[in-house]
């Protein structure tokens, strides 16, 4: 099987779940999802609120490396083990997810273009563009809303890490894609562009 990747990144916030998420709701049979979330480093040797304190934006906090090693392993058709990882514990659970190649496969993540060894695996890279401000408030209702956590600690945590590693990492990384999308999921021109080239692929 012919596997195609596309690579999604943006800031926390940005709207590159939607983007993904509407791309394979277009296409239900030959599109799968391979978040970058997955992949964050299982830190037991730390307690709890140590754990919490983790600069999660940083490119050393997620296992990039077996991200890469499971996405040639799908190009070639394969099936791999994809981690599932706890944002309440901010830990990975024992049991893992057998993800199966399809036609196309999104690789979504705010640090997906960073890696060059990661971007040499994707076909198309794609970038998420959203003002800061939009994508602050939905990144302070998403941890409190699904992730359990209070308004005092997504402040804190915005302001440590999650600021400069978007300054320092993110933002810089928009340099390597071919597509930047301004607003996300709200952009419907560019969602049906690249729904409409998918389809050539997958049809």
Not at 147 to 161: D, L, M
């Amino acid at each position: 099987m012919s596997v195609l990747t596309i690579g999604i990144a943006g800031g926390s916030g940005s709207g590159k779940t939607t983007i993904a998420r509407k791309v394979a709701e277009a296409i239900p049979r030959g599109v799968t999802i391979l978040e970058h979330d997955c992949y964050y480093r299982d830190r037991q040797d730390l307690t709890y609120e140590e754990r919490c304190q983790l600069n999660f934006d940083h490119p050393d906090a997620l296992e990039t490396e077996l991200l890469i090693e499971h996405l040639s392993a799908i190009k070639r058709g394969e099936t791999v083990a994809v981690p599932v990882y706890d944002f309440k514990t901010h830990r990975r659970h024992p049991n893992s997810r057998a993800f199966e190649a399809t036609p196309v496969v999104i690789v979504e993540g705010i640090l997906v273009l960073v890696d060059p060894r990661l971007r040499e695996l994707l076909d198309v890279k794609v970038f998420v563009d959203t003002d800061p401000d939009i994508r602050v408030f939905r990144r302070v209702r998403r941890d409190i809303e699904q992730r359990g956590r209070t308004f005092a600690s997504v402040r804190e945590q915005y302001y440590r890490s999650v600021r400069p590693m978007h300054l320092q990492f993110v933002e810089p990384s928009k340099r390597w894609a071919d597509l930047i999308i301004p607003e996300g999921g709200d952009n419907r021109v560019a969602l049906d562009l690249i729904v409409s080239k998918l389809r050539t692929v997958v049809l």
